[in-house]
């Protein structure tokens, strides 16, 4: 518990303002019919928040493309699994080696 950190907020706004603090686990749960994901996964990569050893959780309401159809972006992940639970799909990504 003593090494571990919750932040409830606004992603874009807290990405952006810890320094060089890089995550283990993220999970993104935004609105789904916002469709603020791929801008979400851009914003880990661009502000280098990610580690190699991370895992980005993105739930959807539907199976869809995370990264919004940018190829440049898509290419910075490694999708790990993509399943359905309950009402609720869930993409599991890895960064690649350019992405950290």
Do not use: H, Q
């Amino acid at each position: 518990a003593s090494k571990c950190k919750i932040n409830l907020c606004d992603s874009n706004a807290m990405i952006g303002k810890l320094g060089e603090e890089k995550f283990d686990i993220i999970f993104l749960d935004p609105p789904y019919a916002m469709k603020l994901i791929p801008g979400v996964l851009k914003k880990l990569v661009e502000c280098r928040r990610l580690k190699s050893t991370s895992i980005v959780v993105c739930e959807t309401a539907e199976e869809c493309d995370v990264f919004g159809g940018d190829l440049s972006l898509s290419d910075k992940f490694t999708v790990k699994r993509a399943a359905r639970y309950g009402a609720a799909f869930v993409t599991i990504l890895i960064p690649k080696e350019d992405a950290v």
